[in-house]
């Protein structure tokens, strides 16, 4: 059972590294809910 | 044929007070924690004009140091300071003053008023610029006096100009409920048209150029223009072109977030190669909202506030004459509707697609221009080295395509890379700070080609999730001008003449047996 099963997730993903949709995926494959997810730009 | 990049300018703008009064990390926290600690250091953060001159970065953004020097020099950068000078090979670092007198002369509407003492020696500076022209002379007005001043500000809404924390000016609203017309946003859009003005009569000086023989402008800058009606109708390009005396030119404005600046540098490359025109200049000014917009971790951390610049440059997009780098649009990479968002499909979109289709590999391509932020900037804010990441992205791209050796990876960034030394003004450093050294560097056979990669987060304007990012190829002129094809045409227009005068008279010849 994934670390991430279950569990409530927030996902802030950077525009430069890895974008937030991106992320949602793979936490999402990992069992995860995604209540928030969004990229941000920091430059 | 391919167009070609005659010239570019790459301007700064000091504008210490309005890091204090207009960046929106600074006008946020005014509201949200007014008498917060950092509100009460920032001030002590500023930077002056002879600092700001000498910081290598800025030196390298208006062309005294190539970034070659800059990436000798190690880092952090502001502690170190350079030989400080006002002009270089690009453009200019303008002072605060002066740039006060610049927006006055870009209003048209009599919305900015400048106190009276002031306007009068600030003139007299002004005049010297040896890029202004004199039409930008005959604009400026007397100042009036500082009570008119002070009314407007405190009865007016009109947002005030401050040189060293003192009332010298205003910019007033031009309409009583319209909220795209209020004074905070013709301030930011007065800001914008100024430097967008200063980087283009800089591009007519180093083009030798006359003015009057550009044919058409796009502006790539982030604001927008327009009533309530219209709230981004534009056009900040002719409104530019207006100022800068350049009687021969309509335009348009390419929005695009960041990535506008290389949309704007693709489409005046297509409008060229088409034969539409025969002289485009791409132009961009500065963003008052992202001045100081990391200055909170500047603060903590005991730095300057660096992000202290309004930004500006313009690039001139002609014809083929033979010589001047030129515009590959059969390289062009887009990131689609479908491409997704994980690194790898957005570097590849940008990168190894648009390559694929004309048969070169990534390592072909000398030199990658992506984002160039600054990373004394961005690293002490936690936004670590921009440029740097986007090198390792696309290295590891080439690694995985069996381009180069995963041992091959750590040297990538230095051999195909660059370090950033633009400031985080959003569009500004999003791939065109290296158009000016990319095309000297073609020129010197220091390198064959460079890709310029432009990304834009379109998400923050709440419409997409997605992001967005174009590509394109300056590479070596092939030696063959637009004058060069044109004698072609004439010589087999000539024969084809000539073989149906020799048509005509064989058959006048059948004719007479």
Not at chain 2, 168 to 180: I, L
């Given at each position: 059972?994934?670390?991430?099963e ?17 992320i ?5 494959a ?10 941000e730009c920091?430059? | ?13 000091h ?70 000078k ?50 930008m ?30 009332l ?13 017309l ?14 967008s ?23 790539c ?19 530019a ?10 335009g ?11 949309h ?15 002289h ?85 391509i ?9 990373p ?6 936690g936004?670590?080295d921009?440029?740097?990441?986007n ?6 791209l080439?690694?995985t ?18 370090v950033?030394w ?36 379109l998400?923050l ?25 044109m ?27």
């Open positions: 059972m994934s670390l991430l279950g569990k409530k997730a927030i996902v802030i993903g950077d525009r430069d590294g890895v974008p937030g949709p991106a949602e995926e793979c936490i999402k990992a069992g995860a809910d995604v209540i928030f997810s969004s990229t920091f430059v | 044929m391919n167009s070609v990049i005659t010239a570019s300018s790459y301007v700064l703008v504008t210490p007070d309005m890091v204090l009064h207009n960046g929106t990390t600074i006008t946020t926290e005014k509201i949200v924690n007014p008498e917060s600690e950092y509100l009460k250091e920032l001030p002590k953060h500023i930077r002056s004009y002879e600092d700001v001159i000498a910081y290598a970065p800025n030196q390298t953004y208006i062309g005294n140091m190539t970034p070659e020097e800059l990436a000798a020099m190690p880092q952090p950068w502001y502690d170190t300071k350079v030989e400080a006002r002009e270089g090979k690009f453009g200019e670092i303008l002072p605060q003053d002066e740039f006060y007198m610049l927006m006055q002369i870009c209003d048209v509407f009599d919305l900015l008023v400048l106190e009276k003492g002031f306007a009068a020696a600030t003139k007299e500076k002004f005049v010297k610029n040896p890029a202004v022209i004199p039409s002379v005959e604009k400026i007005k007397e100042g009036v006096d500082l009570a008119e001043i002070e009314a407007l500000v405190n009865d007016e809404h009109a947002e005030g100009l401050y040189m060293d924390g003192k010298v000016g205003a910019v007033k609203r031009a309409h009583d409920v319209d909220t795209n209020t004074a905070h946003v013709m301030h930011e859009n007065l800001v914008s048209k100024a430097s003005v200063l980087a283009l009569i800089h591009l007519i000086k180093n083009s030798g150029i006359d003015a009057s023989e550009i044919d058409y402008v796009i502006d800058s982030e604001e927008a223009c327009g009533d309530m009606n219209q709230r981004g109708g534009g056009n900040f390009a002719k409104a072109a207006e100022i800068a005396g350049l009687t021969g030119a309509s348009e404005d390419v929005r695009g977030f960041c990535a506008a600046p290389t704007a540098m693709i489409t005046a490359a297509a409008l060229v190669k088409a034969g539409v025109y025969k485009v200049a791409v132009t961009a000014g500065g963003c008052t909202a992202k001045l100081g917009m990391n200055s909170k971790d500047h603060v903590k951390k005991g730095l300057p506030a660096l992000e202290d610049c309004l930004g500006g440059f313009s690039v001139l997009v002609s014809e083929n004459d033979g010589v001047n780098p030129e515009i590959n649009l059969d390289i062009c990479g887009r990131h689609t509707v479908g491409t997704g968002s994980s690194p790898q499909a957005v570097i590849n979109s940008l990168v190894a697609a648009p390559l694929d289709k004309v048969g070169m590999k990534i390592v072909d000398d030199k990658f221009s992506p984002e160039m932020q600054n004394d900037i961005t690293k002490p804010a936004a670590g921009v440029p740097l990441a090198y390792k992205m696309i290295g590891a080439a690694v395509r069996h381009e180069i050796e995963r041992a091959d990876l750590a040297a990538f960034p230095e051999k195909h890379g660059l950033g633009a400031p985080t003004q959003g569009h500004i450093p999003s791939g065109v700070p290296y158009i000016g050294f990319c095309r000297q560097d073609i020129l010197d056979g220091k390198i064959k080609n460079a890709m310029i990669v432009g990304k834009g987060s998400f304007g709440r419409m997409t999730n997605l992001f967005d990012g174009v590509s394109f190829v300056i590479q070596g002129n092939s030696g063959a001008s637009a004058a060069s094809a004698d072609e045409a004439e010589v087999k227009n000539m024969i084809a003449k000539a073989m149906k005068q020799f048509a005509l008279s064989l058959m006048e010849g059948e004719e007479e047996q």
